[in-house]
């Protein structure tokens, strides 16, 4: 046979020959993964491709500590109306306590800075009042044993109202008194005591034990006043002036380091620059007398 009879080959081109899975790509190894993917319809794959590739790429929320939950909590306040009062009220007793602490430190920074022998004689003046109030109450136990043992209870209670008028004159200025006591004068060239520093002294001598106190001839008792006026001090409405010469009876022990204490009359007299001496004496006058005045609403108790 010739060559001319013979029919010719047609070689195999790569377009004829490759099979429609071959023209997407390169062929992808099957895995579990690829195989899952296939079975699974297109809504949960599509779903699946639109999750985060990862999860832990999230920010996550800052762990707050105990103190930073407490701030949290307090900050900013939410107050009611009724918390809101509660801590008014605390206020104002906590400034009530400071101020009441406050003049209480005042008053106690005199014996605070006393040296220790002034702090004694305190000690001692104090003992010396218990001493006398205890005597007082003595004395009334024995007019009391008097009265209930006396054959003659009329008489002897006649007595005793005698001598007690006599102890109520000289505590109402109506008689004259005398005994043992001090001289106290006051020297003020500047001017500068006033009504108030005599009436501390005067308070101060009282509590000490004095049964009687003239001041420049005017007879001083409980109902007694001071008031400053023009070029002086005015007791009960009768103007005295400088030097303020004070009379008083009783123990001078008691009374001269009564005046004396530290923070008491004499340096504060002194620091409002007056001169001030007390003098002991065994004999002390108190002749200035107050006329006897009926009470014009009080009345006597006793049937």
Do not use: C, H
């Not at 699974?40 to 999230?58: M, N, S």
């Not at 002194?270 to 006329?291: G, M, Y």
Request: glycine share 8%; charged share 30%.
């Amino acid at each position: 046979m010739s060559s001319q009879d013979e029919t010719p080959e047609i070689p195999e081109t790569s377009a004829t020959s490759e099979s429609p899975e071959a023209s997407k790509g390169p062929e992808v190894p099957e895995t579990s993964g690829n195989r899952l993917r296939k079975e699974l319809p297109e809504e949960v794959r599509a779903q699946e491709d639109t999750d985060p590739p990862d999860a832990e790429a999230e920010p996550r929320k800052p762990v707050l500590t105990g103190r930073q939950r407490l701030v949290k909590g307090l900050w900013p306040p939410r107050v009611s109306r009724a918390q809101f009062i509660v801590a008014l009220l605390l206020f104002g007793l906590g400034f009530g306590l400071a101020v009441q602490v406050a003049s209480n430190s005042d008053s106690d920074g005199a014996l605070r800075g006393a040296r220790q022998e002034d702090l004694v004689r305190i000690l001692d003046e104090l003992d010396d009042r218990t001493q006398r109030l205890e005597e007082e109450k003595q004395g009334l136990e024995d007019q009391r044993t008097e009265l209930e043992n006396s054959s003659d209870q009329a008489e002897e209670a006649r007595k005793q109202t005698v001598e007690k008028e006599k102890q109520l004159g000289i505590l109402a200025g109506t008689v004259a008194a005398q005994g043992p006591g001090i001289t106290l004068t006051i020297e003020d060239e500047e001017g500068t005591v006033e009504a108030d520093m005599l009436l501390d002294a005067i308070q101060e001598l009282r509590a000490a034990g004095a049964e009687a106190i003239q001041v420049n001839g005017v007879r001083v008792v409980a109902g007694t006043y001071l008031t400053d006026v023009s070029g002086g001090v005015a007791v009960d409405g009768n103007k005295i002036s400088a030097p303020y010469r004070f009379k008083v009876i009783g123990k001078p022990q008691d009374l001269e380091p009564a005046l004396n204490i530290p923070g008491g009359v004499v340096q504060t007299l002194e620091k409002e620059q007056a001169t001030v001496t007390v003098e002991r004496s065994d004999k002390i006058i108190v002749d200035a007398l107050r006329p006897a005045k009926r009470p014009d609403y009080a009345r006597s108790s006793s049937q």
